[in-house]
């Protein structure tokens, strides 16, 4: 069963008085995972010259993740059109299983997290569709669900024509991480 | 009457000397608010769940910003297409007081802010409309106005074909803020 | 002769032990500049009303650069339609070459550039267009040369239907900067 917080689960939301009341004992981002059923893939490859990750001082920059899914997407075109809504839901989520696995391979455990910063969402969508918030918060759900209000962050999504192997969305992160 | 550091107000880009030369006594950023008239509105509701900022260490993010008018879009569609360059140059005016809301709600004061660092405007445009710098000076010509040289920021323009709500603009910011 | 690390230069990336490795006497960002026959334009006029870079403690921040030459454009149009990838991959390293430009007239020397951080770009993108990584590998890959591993960078890599000016693209950067 999954508890958050102690608090009425059909309002995970309510939790907000203070960033570190859903960290108890017992409960770490990688407990928390781990009762979610998650297991991290390997760090995907870089389509190109670039790292999945930098590190400055405490902020750390991944690179803008796909949905892929042992090295391949699972589908490809634009929300609105090839894509469902339900099926970019679904591959939001694993572009930020995706930046976990980054986060956890460079720093160790995801317990060493301070705070989610910031996202930004690209959602490759067809002309009329403008619910790139809707796709989005299957990524931000899971960063709460796994850091509690240290999940919580600030966010753009936008609408973009095309993506990297016609990728259906491409998401970045910044995180604060621990000394 | 609008006095921009004492200096020729046609030019008012001139004022370049010292990051403090546009800040004297009885002409703070929350003074100047005031001598544009300005009254900042509620902070508005994200549309998904995410927060409308994240700080970490001097550093404030604020997410996407809507040109929303008490919840509400003004105008939707896109720029050279269902909105005029006009109208877009209000609605990037609109994001921008809409992020100085946000600022002024978690810090207290403008006055608080040391710099803005960054914007980044997503412009929901038309095939063949190129003149995204147009329409977010409003937005860059607000914060030096406010910040006077503590306004000056880095900045990004660029193009999307749509965004959340058909909004026809998207702004985010990163400002530094004192301790 | 360009002498990367002095390792197999058919695998430049396989310098990976240390972040200084590359750097030894005589062969400073500057000196690679240099023998890489590369001399750094002005630099570029902003578009609109801020500035082309803001430093927030060690962070750098570049604003969007285009691939401008001598002020202007070598070509305009998306990359699949009016600008082939071959064109679109100078651009590339010629918007690197003006992020360049301004960061030295800014701290000096690019030597007392500490670290790469991040680099976002935007190609102006044919709907079928999805080879942006190809594009930015011509910035990541200079960027790598010049400054060794002190060039990797995370990258977020996205199409975009059209950018100001009709600029085939637009790349923003973030580095680390020395005190």
Same mark, same amino acid.
């Given at each position: 069963m999954l508890l958050l917080c102690g608090i009425d689960a059909s309002n $995970? =939301?309510?939790?907000?008085?203070? $960033? #570190?009341?859903?960290? #108890? %004992?017992? &409960?770490?981002p990688e407990n928390r995972l781990r009762e979610l059923g998650i297991t991290l893939p390997e760090v995907p490859q870089p389509?190109? !010259? =670039? *790292?999945p990750f930098v590190r400055t001082g405490n902020l750390f920059y991944v690179s803008g &993740?796909? $949905?892929?899914k042992e090295g391949k997407l699972v589908r490809t075109g634009r929300v609105g059109d090839a894509v469902t809504l339900q099926e970019a839901i679904e591959d939001a989520r694993s572009a930020a299983i995706n930046a976990l696995a980054v986060v956890r391979s460079a720093i160790?455990?995801?317990?060493? *997290? %301070?705070q989610c910063i910031k996202i930004t969402g690209y959602i490759a969508s067809s002309p009329d569709f403008t619910d790139q918030p809707m796709v989005l918060n299957s990524a931000s759900d899971l960063l709460f669900e796994i #850091?509690? %209000? !240290?999940g919580r962050h600030a966010r753009a999504a936008v609408g973009v024509p095309v993506l990297p192997m016609n990728s259906p969305l491409e998401i970045e992160f910044i995180f604060e991480v621990r000394q």
């Open positions: $995970p =939301y309510a939790c907000i008085l203070h $960033p #570190f009341s859903c960290i #108890f %004992e017992g &409960m770490t389509l190109g !010259s =670039y *790292v &993740m796909l $949905p892929l160790g455990t995801l317990d060493n *997290v %301070e #850091f509690g %209000e !240290s």
